[in-house]
Each structure stands twice: as structure tokens, then as C-alpha cells.
Nanobody, 123 residues
Framework: QVQLAESGGGLVQAGGSLKLSCAAS????????MGWFRQAPGLEREFVTA????????YYADSVKGRFTISKDNAKNAVYLQMNNLKPEDTAVYYC????????????????WGQGTQVTVSS
């Protein structure tokens, strides 16, 4: 069983950048497909991006394509989310998720979740 801990959130102005990190422990990290999801107040948690266990395949929501980049470092047991050209609508709590079987865009496919990190983008 893997434990996940996100970090790197904060307050940034529109147009700025942030890099989120998700540190994994308690499992063989290279076995897991990873995803990032986000949840804004009053809204459902939504898919942002995902990466296959090897890092060879990536998937993005249309809303972040071209601005966000996911990467995975199996040697460091970490997955990252580089967010550029941030917009106020990117404001949300960002969660990383892991699953050993499926790289997916669907929330319920992921077995393990972190506690989230807040990202706030001011206009």
C-alpha cells in the first residue's frame, strides 16, 4: 500500500507558475500509474492529468493542455505537476492519486489518494 503526500501549493498571481510535488512511500512506486485531480469549492473533483507507471504515456484535461506538465521520477518516488500560465479558474485543492492497474482519467479508478494541497490563483 502506498502513501501519498502533496506539497508545493500556494498563492500565485494569474500568469504565474507553481510546481506541485507528490511524494510516495510504503510501496514500489514504479508499479503505480499516477494522476492529478483538483477540486474547487462547491464543485466535484475533476481530472487534471495522468502518467503511466513508466512515465512513457501522459494524458491531460483540455483545460490544462499546453500549460501543465506531469512528470514521474521513479528513482525519487515522486510525481510532479508543473503549472504555467495559471488562471484564476485553476484555483482548487490539488490531489495526487495512484493505482497499480490502470492509468485513467476517471476518479474512481484510483485506489490511493493524498490529502491535497491548495492552489490559489489571484486575478
Amino acid at each position: 500500500q502506498v502513501q501519498l503526500a502533496e506539497s508545493g501549493g500556494g498563492l500565485v498571481q494569474a500568469g504565474g507558475s507553481l510546481k506541485l510535488s507528490c511524494a510516495a512511500s510504503g510501496g514500489t512506486f514504479s508499479r503505480y500509474h499516477m494522476g492529478w485531480f483538483r477540486q474547487a469549492p462547491g464543485l466535484e473533483r475533476e481530472f487534471v492529468t495522468a502518467i503511466s507507471r513508466s512515465g512513457g504515456s501522459t494524458y491531460y484535461a483540455d483545460s490544462v493542455k499546453g500549460r501543465f506538465t506531469i512528470s514521474k521520477d521513479n528513482a525519487k518516488n515522486a510525481v510532479y505537476l508543473q503549472m504555467n500560465n495559471l488562471k484564476p479558474e485553476d484555483t482548487a485543492v490539488y490531489y495526487c492519486a495512484a493505482d497499480p492497474d490502470t492509468v485513467a482519467t476517471i476518479l474512481k479508478q484510483y485506489r490511493y489518494w493524498g490529502q491535497g494541497t491548495q492552489v490559489t490563483v489571484s486575478s
